[in-house]
Structures are given as C-alpha cells and as structure tokens.
C-alpha cells in the first residue's frame, strides 16, 4: 500500500513543478500558501474523524491505516511537495530577477558570458532545476514512506 501512495505522491508532484507553477503563475504563492493551511486543517480533522470511526463505529479496515501512519505520510508528503514547488519557483524567480536587471542596468555587458550565457538559456536552467528539485523531492518522498525505524 505504501508504494502506491509513493507512486500517487510522485505523480503529484511532477504535475506540481512542470504544469501546476505554469497555469498559476501570476498566483502562485496564494496557491501554495493556501495549500499549506489546507493541509494543515484537512489533517487535524481526517485524524479526528478516523479516530472516531475506530473508537465508536469499530471500522477495522480503517485501524491498519491509522496505526500504519498512512495519515502522517500523507501530511508529510504533501508538505514536501509544497515546499519543493515553493522552492522551485523562488528559484525560477531569482533566474527571472537576475536577467531583469542586467537588462535595465547592465546593457553595456550583456553580450558578455556569464550574463549572455544565463539569458540565452534561461528556459533550459529553468527546466533543469526544476528536474532537480524533482528528484530530491523524490527522495524526501521515499524517506517519507519507507523509513526504517
């Protein structure tokens, strides 16, 4: 079961960092910072809630996933993918700053690398950082599901 939530979370939150911070780009951080109360709030009340079905209603099949701590992977795991998209578009944002201003005080070196080098390939970096910050986030995502305690 844990490896399904891990592929879910994945999928996730590959939509996350390439389509998600594309679609809202203008509004992005309402989004995540939304998000985060959401996650916070939905959590508190799915442990209330399943914790009474199990005390009151004895919902066994509800026992394995509240003892097995899928509630606290699945917190824990949106968070990341949270803070990874909010990583990421800071960091598409310091690329954007970056060039902004070598291009209104700076014109003079513009044709020069390292500056000519990071205009040209902008949307390359981009796209590379954001494969990085997947694949960390991949890892926090396994450490988040398969931990050995």
């Given at each position: 079961m844990k490896i399904v939530f891990y592929l879910c979370f994945i999928?996730?939150?590959f939509l996350s960092l390439f389509y998600i911070s594309n679609i809202y780009k203008d509004k992005i951080y309402k989004y995540y910072g939304v998000s985060i109360i959401l996650n916070i709030?939905?959590?508190?009340?799915?442990?209330?809630?399943?914790?009474?079905f199990i005390k009151y209603l004895h919902f066994?099949?509800?026992t394995n996933f509240y003892n097995d701590n899928?509630?606290?992977g699945i917190f824990i795991s949106l968070m990341i993918i949270i803070f990874i998209g909010i990583f990421n578009h800071l960091f598409h944002s310091m690329i954007d700053s970056v060039i902004n201003f070598h291009l209104k005080n700076n014109e003079a070196n513009i044709n020069k690398?390292?500056?000519?080098?990071?205009?040209e390939q902008q949307d390359k970096l981009k796209k590379i950082s954001s494969i990085i910050w997947f694949l960390?986030?991949?890892l926090m995502l396994y450490g988040a599901w398969f931990d050995k305690k």
């Open positions: 999928a996730l939150n709030i939905l959590f508190f009340i799915l442990t209330i809630i399943i914790g009474m066994s099949f509800l899928y509630l606290v690398n390292p500056i000519k080098f990071l205009i960390g986030s991949a």
